[in-house]
C-alpha cells in the first residue's frame, strides 16, 4: 500500500475496513505523486532531470521515515527501489545513499517495531550492503516478498533470501496473522 503524507487517516480507516493478515508499506511516488519511481522509466527520468541523485534520495528516504513513523504499515518494501531507476536514468547512484539514510530507516523501524521486506525480484532489495547496515543498526524484522506479479513468479528465490539472511546473522523471518508478528527461527527453514 502506497504511503502518501497527510493522508495516513484516509489509510487508517481503509485499513481497518479489511480483515488484513498483513500490510506492506511502499514508497514509489514521490514529490506529492508526480514521479513514479519504479516501473515507470519516463516519470523517473522527469524526476532525476529536476533533482540530483542525492536529492531524490533525500526526499525518498524522508517519504519512508514518514511512512514508518505512521504505524500503519506491518512491513516497508523495497528500501532502495530507487536505486534501480538512479542507474537508468543518471548512470549512477550516491555511494553515501546507505551509510547516510540507512542507519536512520534502521533506528526507525526498530523503535516503531515495523519490518523491512527483502524482494527477491531480481536484483533484490535492498541490497547485501543495505542488508548488513540495517542489520549492524539494530533492524532485525524482516519479511521476505517474491513481487510475483505473475503466478509463476510466487516464491521466487526465497530460498536464496534465507541464505542470504543467514549469512548476515539474521536469526528468523517474521509473518503475520490478523496483523500480528510472528517470528520464524531461519534454523527452521534452512
Avoid at 36 to 61: D, R, T
Avoid at 109 to 116: A, G, I, V
Avoid at 133 to 144: E, F, K, Q, W
Avoid at 157 to 164: D, G, I, K, N, S
Amino acid at each position: 500500500m502506497e504511503y502518501e503524507e497527510g493522508y495516513e487517516k484516509v489509510l487508517e480507516v481503509l485499513l481497518e475496513e479489511y480483515p488484513l493478515d498483513f500490510v506492506l508499506g511502499s514508497c514509489h511516488w514521490l514529490c506529492k505523486n508526480q514521479y513514479l519511481i519504479s516501473g515507470a522509466a519516463e516519470s523517473a527520468k522527469k524526476l532525476f532531470n529536476k533533482y540530483s541523485p542525492e536529492e531524490v534520495a533525500k526526499i525518498y528516504f524522508d517519504k519512508m521515515g514518514k511512512a514508518i513513523k505512521s504505524d500503519l504499515f506491518d512491513s516497508m518494501a523495497h528500501l532502495d527501489i530507487i536505486k534501480r531507476n538512479s542507474k537508468n536514468c543518471c548512470g549512477y547512484f550516491p555511494q553515501n545513499a546507505y551509510s547516510k539514510y540507512f542507519p536512520r530507516i534502521a533506528k526507525l523501524l526498530k523503535k516503531h517495531d515495523t519490518c523491512f521486506e527483502v524482494n527477491t525480484n531480481p536484483p533484490g532489495y535492498p541490497s547485501l550492503e543495505g542488508i548488513k547496515i540495517l542489520y549492524d543498526c539494530g533492524a532485525r524484522n524482516v519479511t521476505i516478498g517474491s513481487d510475483a506479479h505473475t503466478l509463476d513468479r510466487i516464491g521466487e528465490r526465497v530460498p536464496e533470501a534465507l541464505a542470504l539472511l543467514k549469512d548476515t546473522r539474521f536469526s528468523y523471518i517474521c509473518t503475520f496473522d490478523q496483523r500480528k508478528m510472528q517470528k520464524i527461527p531461519l534454523k527452521s527453514l534452512c
